[in-house]
């Protein structure tokens, strides 16, 4: 039986964070104010909510294991202890560019940037995958699908609303279709309306046209599209 995967969404959306600035930070001419500065936002936005959605995993998900297996949860921890180093280097590096006058050296600082970018999007691809390994191996041993879904409503429950949109857009950008469509029907049928509506909206945005009206097909037929 598949079981319900706490994490699938949230990576998906974080990972297609890190591939689109990722390829974003090789594009930049950093000599270009513009560039580099739509360059060090998206930075920006990827530190910020790799930090959010750390403290939560520590908050809402390592706690539900720790009395099973408390060395995962230990390596864990310590997982997002070296995940905050790497940030923390990261936020260095944006503030280093903006030191830099001469163009030169605003290249220079915008490869160790990218370098910065790149150690951490290698760490956080690992580190998610070794969640989605060990840590769902432990849930699901000991919880029921029920349960688990349960941690991930609470999460979204205790995270602030403009962060949860920012997760929604990357959520969206990162999954499929029948995904997509399934997280819609569940919120149009348990959250208050202009929850979903907001929800929808953001769909149409971020979606291509196409997938987007399969989404509200489904929606409007009341069955999952596949
Ligand atoms: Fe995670």
Redesign the pocket.
């Known amino acids: 039986m598949q079981r319900h995967n706490i994490?699938n969404q949230?990576?998906k959306g974080?990972r297609a964070l890190l591939f689109d600035t990722a390829l974003h930070l090789q594009r930049t001419d950093f000599t270009n104010e513009v560039e580099a500065e739509e360059a060090l936002n998206k930075v920006r936005e990827a530190v910020l909510l790799f930090d959010e959605?750390?403290q939560k995993?520590d908050a809402f998900v390592l706690p539900a294991i720790a009395e099973f297996e408390p060395s995962v949860v230990a390596t864990f921890q310590a997982e997002h202890v070296k995940d905050m180093a790497l940030s923390n280097q990261l936020t260095a590096s944006v503030e280093t560019f903006f030191l830099q006058d001469a163009p030169a050296q605003k290249i220079l600082a915008g490869q160790q940037l990218t370098r910065s970018f790149m150690a951490f999007t290698v760490f956080n691809l690992e580190?998610?995958a070794k969640?989605e390994d060990l840590v769902n191996t432990i849930l699901w041993r000991y919880y029921s699908d029920e349960v688990i879904l349960g941690m991930q409503q609470e999460i979204v429950r205790n995270t602030t609303p403009w962060l949860n949109d920012f997760f929604s857009k990357w959520m969206l950008r990162g999954i499929n279709t029948a995904e997509a469509t399934s997280w819609l029907q569940a919120v149009q049928a348990t959250a208050p309306d202009v929850v979903f509506q907001t929800l929808l909206n953001k769909a149409a945005e971020e979606l291509p046209g196409a997938r987007f009206e399969r989404i509200a097909s489904a929606l409007a037929d009341g069955v999952p599209t596949a």
Do not use: P, S
Request: aromatic share 10%; charged share 20%.
């Open positions: 994490f949230i990576h974080l959605h750390a995993e580190h998610m969640e």
